[in-house]
């Protein structure tokens, strides 16, 4: 039979990731590679230095051992340049694409001819009259970029996925189907994506203006550093090679309320906007993701604010890792790998010319 021969890559606006996974039952990790993007080359998701971002591409896939054997792609997509809507319909005289499409321009406030949109309906647990359809428009135009970077590397798109999606999958891998009301936080570079789960379903996402950028630029403000040289000394706090000052680590901490500020408005948002399940009433546990959840005590601070337990994804939790990778470098890495992994969960029969 097959093995699938996917690669699995996230484009993000600090590094490229990219992961390949074997095995049928138990996933095996059998690639992975990064390599940085230079400041400034993606804003927002949309690519401003197309070159910079095809170098990326090529040193992330030498990073994962040789690019020849990799051919088919998985990407995702995610941040402003796509949006996910969860809709409950009813089946009525038009039929469900009609309805989908009625619905996106309502809900994407765009035309719809500059959006790819795709759509997945789930009647499980609903009346036989109603479905819930889970939409999902991405902006042509990033699309495109995110495509022809993955083609000048000589690869084809198999899966296009969305971040959404695919941390929801790396939070079932590791951690199995959790019931009631979970929250995945993404926390990125310039901004952080807030995932609702209710029984392990996608419910509703929100994005908060803030990630490990703005951790960074307080260091280097405070200390009247470069941003480079904060990142070092950021990073280099995170793995215990040095400690920032107790000043500092007041800054940080300044940042860390900020941000679970931003985090209180969003869930209470939520709740408010009803797309909460009516018998959930709370936040039950939260998972951290992206790089930025390696933030000095952001975990801590969420945990002790919401009175809920917080926890950084380790996403080769459940995922047998041959002895050649580095158990400290998947440590430090661990949460940014999160998008990637649950790309490369993904499998042969999911993929799509
Ligand atoms: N060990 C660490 N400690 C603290 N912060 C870290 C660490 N590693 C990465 N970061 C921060 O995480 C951020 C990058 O996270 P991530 O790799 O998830 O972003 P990205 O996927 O490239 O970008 P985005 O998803 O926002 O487009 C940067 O701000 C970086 O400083
Ligand atoms: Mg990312």
């Excluded at 819930?132 to 135009?141: F, N, R, T």
């Excluded at 590397?153 to 790396?170: P, Q």
């Excluded at 000052?245 to 709740?271: C, H, R, W, Y």
Aim: charged share 25%.
């Amino acid at each position: 039979m097959f093995e699938n021969p996917m690669v699995a890559i996230d484009i993000g606006s600090t590094s490229i990731k990219v992961v390949e996974l074997a095995g049928k039952q138990q996933r095996k990790l059998s690639r992975m590679g990064q390599f940085p993007i230079p400041p400034g080359s993606i804003v927002n998701g949309v690519i401003r230095d197309f070159h910079a971002v095809e170098r990326a591409l090529a040193g992330a896939l030498r990073s994962a051992g040789g690019r020849r054997l990799l051919k088919r792609a998985a990407m995702s997509l995610g941040g402003s340049s796509v949006i996910v809507k969860r809709i409950r319909m009813s089946e009525g005289a038009m039929g469900v694409e009609d309805q989908v499409l009625a619905e996106a321009e309502q809900h994407f406030q765009m035309d719809v001819n500059d959006l790819y949109f795709d759509f997945q309906t789930f009647s499980q647990g609903m009346t036989s009259a109603e479905k819930i359809v889970l939409l999902v428009g991405a902006k042509k135009e990033i699309v495109d970029d995110r495509v022809a970077v993955l083609k000048s590397a000589g690869l084809k798109i198999g899966v296009m996925d969305c971040d959404v999606f695919a941390l929801t999958n790396t939070v079932e891998q590791n951690y199995g189907l959790l019931p009631g009301l979970i929250a995945i936080i993404n926390v990125g570079t310039t901004a952080s994506q807030v995932i609702f789960l209710g029984n392990g379903q996608y419910l509703y996402t929100r994005e908060i203006g803030l990630g490990g950028d703005h951790f960074t630029k307080a260091i280097a403000d405070a200390m009247g550093i470069s941003y480079e040289d904060a990142e070092r000394a950021k990073q280099k706090d995170q793995r215990g090679e040095s400690v920032l000052s107790p000043e500092i680590q007041k800054t940080i901490a300044g940042v860390n309320e900020q941000f679970v500020s931003d985090l209180q408005m969003t869930v209470d948002f939520f709740f408010q906007s009803g797309e909460a399940p009516i018998d959930q009433d709370r936040v039950k546990g939260i998972f951290l993701s992206g790089g930025g959840a390696s933030s000095r005590k952001l975990a801590e601070s969420i945990a002790q604010k919401l009175s809920v337990p917080v926890e950084r994804v380790d996403p080769f939790k459940n995922i047998l890792v041959p002895k050649r990778f580095s158990r400290q470098y998947l440590r430090w890495v661990g949460p940014s790998f999160s998008t990637v992994l649950g790309l490369g969960l993904r499998r042969f029969e999911d993929t799509r010319e």
